[in-house]
């Protein structure tokens, strides 16, 4: 199985602040890794597919990058609506999702 | 309009079975891969089984191989998820959720979710 590791897993941060989250996959998985956001008691919403291409609607805030084994999701200027939880996702063999990334208010 | 619908949540004992069902509309059923993934109390998201739009395809996490079984029924629009054994550890709200790319026969990004329907495995 491949494992998905994120960091951090608790981000603190205030509108305006530019943020990062980092993916880790345990082998390979190319640029098959999906990013999405969660809010609570709603189901998630795919951000970011193909390690860097944005979803219909999604807005140019949001960038991904990386290939491989290590991957990164930036948020450029946090907006009040970005505050929510994050996950990564590996499709490379079967699917995996890493363990999320909480980004509250500082 | 995409819509994904699950039912067939609740309380079951240890060792029980249950049926989840997802009644999809909204676009051509039987060309997308379909999954289900869970999420427990407070935990982060587990994705759980995939089925090609043919069912041709089928791919189980290790953690319900042998107890979970994936099928649909194109003609109704239809995704089931039939649980067998179940233990403590799958409680969990149940999602259904579409590959974002048709005719895929291996999991994929996923576009459209259900609103989840709650399992919950107590004695």
């Known amino acids: 199985d491949i494992q998905m590791t994120q960091s951090p897993s608790t981000l603190s941060a205030s509108v305006g602040d530019r943020v990062t989250i980092t993916c880790r996959a345990s082998?390979?998985?190319?640029?098959?890794l999906a990013w999405y956001q969660q809010k609570p008691g709603k189901a998630p919403k795919l951000l970011i597919y193909?390690?860097?291409t944005l979803d219909d609607g999604v807005p140019s805030r949001f960038s991904g990058s990386g290939s491989g084994t290590e991957f990164t999701l930036t948020i450029s200027s946090l907006q009040p609506d970005d505050f929510a939880t994050y996950y990564c996702?590996?499709?490379?063999?079967?699917?995996?999702f890493g363990g999320g990334t909480k980004v509250e208010i500082k | 309009e995409v819509q994904l619908v699950e039912s067939g949540g609740g309380l079951v004992q240890p060792g029980g079975s249950l049926r989840l069902s997802c009644a999809a509309s909204?676009?051509?059923?039987?060309?997308?891969?379909m999954n289900w993934v869970r999420q427990g109390p407070g935990q982060g998201l587990e994705w759980v089984s995939s089925?090609?739009?043919?069912?041709?395809?089928?791919h189980y996490a290790d953690s319900v191989k042998g107890r979970f079984t994936i099928s649909r029924d194109n003609a109704k629009n239809a995704l089931f998820l039939q649980m067998n054994s179940l233990r403590d550890e799958d409680t969990a709200v149940y999602y259904c959720?579409?590959?974002?790319?048709?005719?895929?026969?291996?999991?994929?990004?996923?576009?459209?979710w259900g609103q989840g329907t709650l399992v919950t495995v107590s004695s």
């Open positions: 959720a579409r590959d974002r790319v048709k005719d895929t026969t291996s999991p994929d990004p996923l576009d459209y």
């Open positions: 909204g676009f051509t059923f039987s060309i997308y891969s």
């Open positions: 089925i090609s739009g043919s069912s041709t395809f089928i």
């Open positions: 082998q390979s998985i190319s640029r098959w």
């Open positions: 193909k390690a860097s």
């Open positions: 996702q590996q499709h490379s063999i079967d699917s995996t």
